[in-house]
Each structure stands twice: as C-alpha cells, then as structure tokens.
C-alpha cells in the first residue's frame, strides 16, 4: 500500500444561496485538493467563479450548474493538470477496483444512488443530477458525495449504474471521468518514487487502452447497418 494523500472530504452544504447547485464545483474543490496535496483548497464558491459559473442550464432557483468540461476549466486556471476520459461501463468497474494515483470525479443521475446513503434530508425538489468524487480501491469506501459530511461507502456497481443513466439520458454511450493525478508521497523516494512514476504512466496508458476500445466499440455499432447491407 502506497501512502497516498486522501483529500478531506468537502461539501457542497456551505449556507449559500445557490449551494445546492454547487456540486461539480465541490468536485473541482476536492479535486484540486488532490492534485496539489491540500496545497490549494477553493471554496466550492470559489471554484465555480474561477469555472465561469459553469456551462449547464441554470437550476429553476436560477442558480447555476456545471459539466466535466467546467471542472476541468476550473482546474487548468488553477494550474492543475486534469483530463476528462470517456470509457465503457466495465471499465469504470476496473478503474474503481484498484489503489492508483489518479483520483476521479463523474456524473451520476442521484435518483439510482441508494436511498440510505443519499443525504438529501432537507432538501426539496433537488435535481437528480449530481456530481461526485471517487478514490479507487477496495474495499470501495472512498466515494466523495458533495451533498455528506464524510467518504461514503457505495457499491462500485450502484456508482456505475448511476453514472451509466446519467450518461444515457444526456445522449453519451460512454461515461466520462475527470482524471487528476496526486503528488508523489514525499516519503517515496529513489527507486520506490520512480516506481510510483512508472505506475501511473501504465495506469494512463491503461486508460488510453479503454477509452480507445471504447471508441472502436461505438464506431462498430454505426459501421453495423452499412455492414449488413452490404
């Protein structure tokens, strides 16, 4: 096991007007945390003005909402590196499975996530679109849910299926993930810091791997008509 820094939690609960729409800004918030080692720690208010305010369809209080891509213009303003990858259902799977150094935020449709560990009390007509962070590993415990207080433990299969519906219902046939890598541990050095290095750069090329399986599978559905016509 590699020490690898766990960001705190951080919620989307901060008391201000538009907080509940704020949840792929806390995403950004923790994932800059990641990425950086704590170093920097936005306000999820913050990080939504550093995005622009996000991109998406103002909530019906007029408050406003945020993509992947937000995150990512978030991020990249605060000198932070982050890719969105677009992989299968079963690769997310993997992707969760294992300790690695990047860390994850997606997109999931709130209305599939278990009812027990949604955190909605006290809220009314909230949209079932949410954003939230993973670490992968398991046991799977390290699920960064905006709208808690603390890590959750949810199935890897409940945050695929839920991810997998949102994808679905905004005209995606993969599911996007915002990659960040955290620092190296300052107690790996040496060989054991280039170990850690190397790793990560197979875990990338991995994920290039997925996502251009991925792509190929899709290009072979559209190809599949003219295929058994021909």
């Known amino acids: ?33 990641a990425a950086t080692n704590g170093g920097s720690s936005p306000t ?19 408050c406003g909402t945020g993509f992947e891509v937000d995150v990512v213009k978030g991020l990249r303003i605060l000198g932070i ?7 299968m259902p079963k690769d997310v799977m993997k992707i969760m499975s294992v300790e690695r150094r990047a860390v994850f935020g997606l ?25 939230v962070g993973f670490i992968g590993g398991t046991p799977f415990d390290d699920v960064m849910n905006p709208l808690c207080s603390a890590y959750q433990a949810v199935a890897a299969s409940k945050v695929t299926e839920a991810a997998t519906q949102f994808a679905t219902e905004h005209g995606r046939d993969t ?33 290039a791997i997925a996502e251009a ?12 008509p003219f295929k058994k016509g021909a």
Request: a neutral charge; hydrophobic letters at 40%; proline letters at 6%.
């Open 175 to 207: 599911i996007w993930l915002i990659r960040v890598a955290r620092p190296i541990p300052a107690s790996s050095t040496g060989d054991k810091a280039r170990i850690l290095e190397l790793e990560g750069m197979v875990a990338e090329r991995d994920d």
């Open 213 to 224: 399986q991925a792509f190929a599978t899709r290009l072979g559905e559209i190809l599949a």
């Open 1 to 33: 096991m590699t020490d690898w820094y766990r960001p705190p939690h951080v919620t989307q609960r901060t008391g201000t007007a538009c907080s509940f729409s704020n949840c792929w800004a806390t995403v950004g918030a923790w994932l800059a945390r």
């Open 44 to 62: 999820p208010e913050e990080f939504k003005r550093l995005a622009g305010g996000g991109s998406g369809r103002p909530a019906p209080d007029g």
């Open 107 to 131: 997109a999931v449709d709130y209305s599939l996530w278990p009812v027990e560990k949604d955190c909605m009390n006290g809220i009314a007509g909230a949209d079932v679109n949410h954003m």
């Open 81 to 87: 590196d982050s890719r969105i990858i677009k992989v």
